[in-house]
């Protein structure tokens, strides 16, 4: 990435003195905006402002004093520019859509891509939407002047450095260069390229790869501001570049890297840059994080030797750093060349998060689940947003992850409003819980700009359903006919309170399934004292099937029998496997008021015919690895588990029936990687692939290619030989296509195809020569362009500097002799436009082109003497 700093004398500009500009604004109240308008100017002009018109989009205009500078002259920067700061307020009538212009005579002098620059009128703007409905708004601050330089043959990056105080999303896009009324130059052109000009729409970076010709360019981008989804301003920045020949090499920066950071952590981060030519080295930064209030950074300077510069970023973001969105950080290298000053020009970003809080507890309170949680230790925050889910979660998060990603399955149930509050009570919007669910909460605090922090750790919490508390289910015998599963409870206390002084009756009923409902009584008990605390369920089927069991305890004296409080529910631990290629997995369910808090799985030993224990996990799947094909493995499992709250039953151990599977290859192989290069010369695609997991690279037997063209899907090849890892297609003249290749195991089993792999159209091609030379030598007489077959016409047009259009052809090859009315052309440049049509896989596509011939008729021209 290269930007150049001229340092060469200039002669004394006889036009004017525009180069870049661009309009921000502040909002100051519900309709009142103060705007301010930043433009770059040549020193050597004998044209300067002290103040511009602003045209504000409601038919209004106001004139804007320059500010800055000594004696409000203006800030003098590098390469004969000067930066000039103006400011206005305005007070529109009311919400709509206004377009704020400001237009000033004229542009400088010799621009290459705007047709007779010097009458061209310089304007810039902003578009500002008024809707309260999006609240108060301000535009991103463009903290990188544009007053860089380019060198031919070195790629040009400009970063605008764009900041915006609120926290809003941003997006970046060439634009056009516009004139009076803002309205799009006639015949502008974007400056030629050796591959490329583009903008980065993320990252804001203009990239120029690299400038053919040497001279004066200027284009345009707009930086675009988003908030909840919708378009809220769009900043149009204009500027200049000027590209020059060089033999000096740019200095390049170290490698910077992106960074996740919370509030408190240290950034300490060594920024370098080393120069070839050893020019010394000037090293800076431009980001809001600078300018913050609460907590400024630093950009310190380290080291500065010949070829070498080193500087430290330190920082300590605090809680008002907070943010949906990174900071980004523009680093700037600058070499001390004498002949032509150059520059890197690199972008790293840092997003600050929240810390996550700290969950204490959640305890039932009746249908009702009450949570505590740690002081957050901050009054930046508005609350906390509390998130609850079905069932513990798998959900890992990452160091750059603010908030609960919905596809953990948490949604958000409730707002604890107060930067002090540390509890909420899930009432499930006064509904009350269900008994019988286990439910997983997590928490976030919320900023005042909406950032959500990092989330916090996940407890667990039930309802404690019914009388008597229900400890066991668990099964004793695995059996379809003769099975047994063993269930015990606490034995219920203060019942004298209802007041309920017995004798008492438990009914237990049960229902098939896990989730079962349709319960059916199995066993009544009479007591007197509530000492009968077990049962045994004999004569069922546990191998095929869980079950789910009600208890529930009555008041039994004659002519007072009643139902004392709730039913009590659990079911028992049922294990599903299901084999894998050397693999069996296990589903594990449940439906039980206690929390497991993990379960562990045995696996029979053939050898000592015990089961021995092969794994624990809190999740309710399992995979147990490693195992042979063919071969039958014997399982079961174990629950560890506890109710909520103080006093409350603990270490409860509930146990699965045995199940039995045998492994088989039913299995797909892992999709390859692959890659696609294409000989467009040869008309050929290679397409390469690997498999780096070796596990899944033991289980490959071949591959097969698919290729997708102009018409469907088509298996191309089929290889039999899982160390072989490329293949040569031919596809014909148009070698465009997409390509994937599936991997297959010697069990037929076909893998996912791999990710799809498309050419594009990098065969395709059509370069117009910018140096002609009819002199009659034989040698480039004729302007030919470069062109591949798939181009089917074109609609090429040629002018001279006043405009005429002097040749025009709709042939390929363009082939132009240099004549004009019967008469060589005058040796000069010449301005073309060029509409392509070329076949692609779409169909058939049209592009422009712009750009200028050097036509040379003195003997002894020839393509050797190109610009």
């Known amino acids: 990435m290269t930007v150049a700093f001229f340092s060469a004398c200039f002669l004394k500009a006889s036009a004017t003195h525009n180069r870049a500009g661009e309009i921000t604004y502040v909002q100051i109240s519900d309709l009142t905006y103060e ?117 031919r043959g070195y790629v040009f990056i400009h970063n605008p450095g764009a900041f915006d105080p609120d926290g809003d999303s941003l997006s970046y896009e060439m634009t056009v260069c516009t004139r009076e009324d803002g309205k799009p130059i006639a015949n502008y052109t974007l400056p030629p390229a050796t591959n490329s000009i583009k903008v980065d729409a993320v990252t804001g970076d203009l990239i120029w790869d690299t400038p053919r010709d040497t001279g004066k360019y200027n284009v345009a981008m707009n930086i675009i501001e988003w908030r909840y989804g919708r378009k809220i301003s769009v900043v149009e920045r204009d500027m200049q570049i000027e590209v020059f020949d060089t ?23 060594d920024v370098t840059s080393t120069d070839p030519d050893n020019d010394g080295i000037g090293l800076h930064a431009a980001s809001g994080i600078f300018s913050l209030a609460a907590c400024l950074a630093t ?44 520059s890197d020009i690199d972008l790293m ?41 079905e069932g513990v979660s798998s959900l890992k998060v990452d160091s750059c992850t603010s908030g609960v990603p919905s596809s953990s399955g948490f949604v958000k149930v409730g707002y604890a409003d107060g930067s002090g509050t540390t509890s909420f009570t899930d009432t499930n919007t006064g509904e009350g819980l269900d008994y019988g669910k286990e439910y997983a909460y997590r928490i976030v605090a919320l900023f005042a700009n909406g950032t959500e922090s990092k989330t916090s750790n996940e407890i ?11 400890t066991h289910v668990t099964v004793r015998t695995t059996s379809q006919t003769t099975g047994s599963i063993y269930m015990s409870w606490r034995k219920p206390e203060r019942l004298d309170t209802i007041p309920a002084n017995g004798p008492y009756e438990y009914i237990i009923s049960r229902a098939a399934g896990i989730a079962g409902t349709s319960y059916q009584e199995i066993k009544r008990i009479q007591t007197v004292n509530l000492n009968d605390t077990v049962y045994v369920d004999t004569l069922i089927n546990t191998q095929t099937t869980g079950y789910n069991y009600k208890i529930e305890l009555y008041n039994n004296a004659t002519g007072n029998r009643f139902l004392i409080g709730e039913p009590a529910y659990a079911s028992s631990l049922y294990l599903t496997a299901s084999p894998g290629d050397r693999k069996v997995r296990f589903v594990i369910s449940r439906n039980v008021p206690w929390i497991n808090s993990r379960y562990d799985i045995f696996r029979l030993n053939t050898s000592t015919s015990r089961y021995d224990s092969i794994g624990t996990t809190n999740q309710l799947s399992y995979v ?52 696609v290069t294409s000989q467009c010369d040869s008309l050929y695609n290679t397409i390469s692939w690997s498999i780096n997991d070796p596990v899944c690279f033991a289980d490959v037997a071949g591959y097969e290619v698919y290729y997708k063209g102009l018409g469907d899907t088509t298996l191309v090849a089929t290889i039999n030989d899982r160390n072989t890892f490329t293949y040569r297609h031919e596809p014909g003249q148009l070698i465009s296509g997409c390509y994937a290749v599936t991997a297959f195991d010697n069990a037929g089993n076909e893998s996912r195809k791999s990710d799809v792999v498309c050419t594009g159209d990098v065969c395709s091609y059509f370069e117009i020569p910018n140096v002609f030379t009819p002199n009659g ?47 060589i052309v005058s040796p000069g440049v010449y301005f073309y436009q060029c509409e392509v049509f070329e076949r692609k896989l779409s169909g058939v596509q049209q592009f422009h082109l712009a750009g200028f011939v050097h036509v040379i008729t003195e003997e002894g021209a020839s393509n050797r003497q190109q610009l």
Not at 72 to 84: C, D, M, S
Not at 89 to 109: A, F, S
Not at 462 to 470: A, D, K, M
Request: with cysteine; net charge positive.
């Open 35 to 151: 705007i301010t308008i930043q433009t770059f100017t040549y020193t050597q002009s004998y044209a300067d402002r002290p103040e511009l018109t602003v045209q504000w989009g409601d038919n209004t205009s106001s004139v804007a004093q320059r500010i800055n500078g000594p004696n409000r002259f203006g800030e003098i920067l590098p390469n004969f520019y000067k930066k000039n700061i103006y400011k206005v307020t305005h007070t529109y009538p009311g919400p709509g859509v206004y377009k704020i212009l400001m237009q000033d005579p004229n542009r400088n002098q010799y621009i290459l891509n705007i047709p007779n620059s010097v009458n061209v009128i310089f304007s810039i703007s902003t578009t500002l939407i008024v809707n309260p409905a999006i609240g108060r708004n301000s535009t991103p601050v463009l903290l990188n002047p544009p007053y860089d330089k380019a060198a």
């Open 247 to 269: 033999k000096n090499k740019p200095p390049v920066n170290g490698p910077l890297r992106d960074m996740c950071v919370q509030v408190g952590d240290v950034v300490d981060y």
């Open 299 to 342: 950009f310190t300077k380290l080291d500065s030797v010949a070829g070498f510069a080193s500087a430290k970023l330190h920082w300590v973001p605090c809680y008002e750093a907070v943010r949906s969105q990174p900071y980004d950080v523009v680093i700037k290298s600058d070499d001390y060349s004498g002949e032509l000053k150059l």
């Open 349 to 389: 970003k840092i997003k600050v998060l929240g810390p996550p809080p700290h969950l204490i507890g959640g305890v039932p309170a009746g249908k009702f689940i009450r949570l505590s949680w740690s002081s957050y230790g901050t009054n930046v925050i508005s609350g906390f947003n509390i998130y609850r889910r």
């Open 460 to 470: 667990l919490s039930s309802l404690v359903s019914g009388l008597p508390l229900i």
């Open 624 to 675: 147990d690895e490693g195992l042979v094909n063919g071969t039958e493995y014997c399982y079961y499992a174990r629950s560890t588990g506890s109710y909520p709250g103080i006093g409350m039953p603990v270490n409860l151990q509930n146990f699965s029936e045995s199940t039995c599977v045998t492994p088989i290859d039913n299995e797909a192989p892992c999709p390859p990687l692959i890659t």
């Open 777 to 823: 030598d034989g040698i480039n007489d004729r302007l030919v362009a470069k062109t591949s077959g798939l181009i089917e016409k074109i609609n090429f047009k040629l002018f001279n500097r006043y405009g005429v259009l002097i040749f025009q052809t709709e042939e390929p090859k363009i082939n132009w002799d240099g004549y004009y009315k019967g008469k």
